[in-house]
């Protein structure tokens, strides 16, 4: 299975909306997509797991939601914090694979 | 808190092995699957290789069959790779995550730096 993101860089200003898209080349039969969030220098941070529920002490500018092939994630209003590096992943079955990355830039 | 701390990195020649460890703080170790995951510098996240609960079930990326072997001690609090026959193409930061079944990773480590390199 594997996962495409799109766009490969979003440019945005704060308080802005944005939408990332990541599509998945089979059909998700459970609702194992997650999202991550990663910083220069840091780790990944789980943000939403199941498609569309939060990781503990996520605020709920973050959203998830899709179905089938195609799942969104959604920042409602970006702030600065938010701009960084996100991946999808689907955790069905191994091999667990991740998308290539949306990297949300300050526009 | 809870916390993953990875070691064992470091530089080795094309052909060697390195060993990882990720101890972890804060949770019951044997109440979870463990992965490890890796990233180039400016690349995106590879996922490597998953353990269960017990050891007694692991899965690796095509990648790093036959070559990495992941294994756990529960009463140690320590997961390990070991990484065997090296190449360029496994100069990564690797990070070990928490599973929070059923696959996806709600704890990682800093991330231990692998370089292979002559």
Redesign the interface.
């Known amino acids: 299975n594997v996962l495409t993101q799109s766009p490969g860089t979003l440019s945005l200003s704060p308080g802005e909306r944005a939408t990332l898209s990541c599509r998945t080349s089979q059909t998700l039969d459970k609702n194992?997509l997650?999202w991550?969030q990663?910083k220069p220098g840091?780790?990944?941070?789980?943000l939403i797991?199941?498609i569309s529920n939060r990781?503990?002490g996520i605020p709920d500018r973050f959203s998830g939601s899709g179905s089938g092939t195609d799942f969104t994630l959604t920042i409602s209003r970006l702030e600065p914090e938010d701009f960084a590096l996100y991946?999808c992943?689907q955790?069905?079955?191994?091999?667990?694979?991740?998308?290539?990355?949306t990297r949300l830039e300050i526009k | 808190e809870l916390q993953l701390v990875e070691s064992g990195g470091g530089l080795v020649q094309p052909g060697g092995s390195l060993r990882l460890s990720c101890v972890v703080s804060g949770f019951t170790l044997s109440n979870y699957w463990m992965h490890w995951v890796r990233q180039v510098p400016g690349k995106g996240l590879v996922w490597v290789s998953r353990i269960n609960n017990d050891g007694s079930g692991t899965a690796y990326a095509d990648s790093v069959k036959g070559r990495f072997t992941m294994s756990r001690d529960n009463a140690r609090n320590t997961v390990h790779l070991q990484m065997n026959s090296l190449g360029a193409d496994d100069t990564a930061v690797y990070y070990c995550a928490r599973d929070l079944a059923p696959g996806y990773m709600d704890v990682w480590g800093k991330g231990a730096t692998v370089t292979v390199s002559s």
């Open positions: 194992f997650a991550y990663q840091q780790a990944p941070r789980l797991y199941a990781a503990t991946y992943q955790y069905a079955s191994s091999p667990y694979p991740f998308g290539q990355g």
